[in-house]
């Protein structure tokens, strides 16, 4: 079956730090790969998305991700983190079923600090 | 830019009431889904829905919810008797004519069941 692992519910930075909000998936198929991203009392924004052309993804507001198949990661980094930033960041996972199902994981909040 | 839009975007109903959220997909869309998160909890898949019919089904989706596409742009999730436990936010998604294109999610919903 196919699944998201996010590690660390939270995740905390300072302003101006690396941003690195890991994901794991599994899944016995080339996965199609996102990141969304949620502010408080808000809807889902997709930050970037990986579907099989380049591995590294670059999406908004600064954030990239890469996809390493051997170690079955997507992991979400940025440069420098802004206090903007400080939001619900989910990992998914979609999956050609019949559909387009969408499998999130459990969400990392991240805290940025002044 | 095209998006998903759903009504009401606060709905508070009585235990036991019938509600119906509404959303409009994107025109060109042919999946259509809806999604529930409980507060503080991650993203859960419900239902798929393509070519007027349900193709995908989560356990969360028994005998107490339906869907239909009751006109060529409305999308609609049915709950026909709410519990305190449906009190979530439910959000619609809709998904391009090509498989590889990932879903497009609205603003959501906030089901209050008191």
């Known amino acids: 079956a196919q699944s998201v692992t996010q590690l660390g519910s ?38 970037l998305k990986y579907t099989s052309a380049a591995t590294l993804v670059k999406g908004i507001n600064g954030f990239e991700a890469e996809f390493k ?3 079955t990661s997507f ?11 400080a939001a619900e960041y989910f990992c998914a ?8 199902k969408t499998i999130f994981g459990a969400g990392t909040r991240l805290f940025v600090k002044a | ?8 975007s606060h709905q508070v109903t009585q ?23 409980i507060l503080g909890q991650k993203v859960e898949f419900l239902v798929s829905f393509y070519n007027n019919e349900i193709s995908e089904k989560s356990e969360i989706f028994d005998d107490q919810f339906s869907v239909e596409r009751p006109d060529g742009s409305n999308f609609t999730l049915k709950i026909r008797s ?20 990932e879903a497009f999610f609205g603003q959501g919903t906030r089901l209050t069941v008191v």
């Open chain 2, 1 to 8: 830019e095209p998006e998903v839009t759903q009504t009401p």
């Open chain 2, 15 to 37: 235990m036991g009431q019938e509600v119906i959220l509404r959303c409009v997909p994107i025109s060109n869309h042919l999946y259509f889904y809806w999604y529930r998160q």
């Open chain 2, 82 to 101: 709410t519990k305190l436990e449906d009190s979530a936010m439910y959000f619609c998604a809709s998904g391009g004519q090509f498989l590889n294109t």
């Open chain 1, 10 to 47: 939270h995740v905390s930075v300072s302003e101006g730090a690396l941003v690195l909000l890991r994901c794991n998936y599994s899944s016995s198929v080339p996965p199609y790969l996102f990141w969304y991203v949620q502010y408080p009392n808000q809807g889902l924004q997709l930050l």
């Open chain 1, 75 to 85: 992991h979400l980094t940025k440069p420098s983190a802004h206090m903007s930033d």
């Open chain 1, 69 to 71: 198949k051997s170690e």
């Open chain 1, 93 to 100: 996972v979609s999956l050609n079923t019949g559909g387009f």
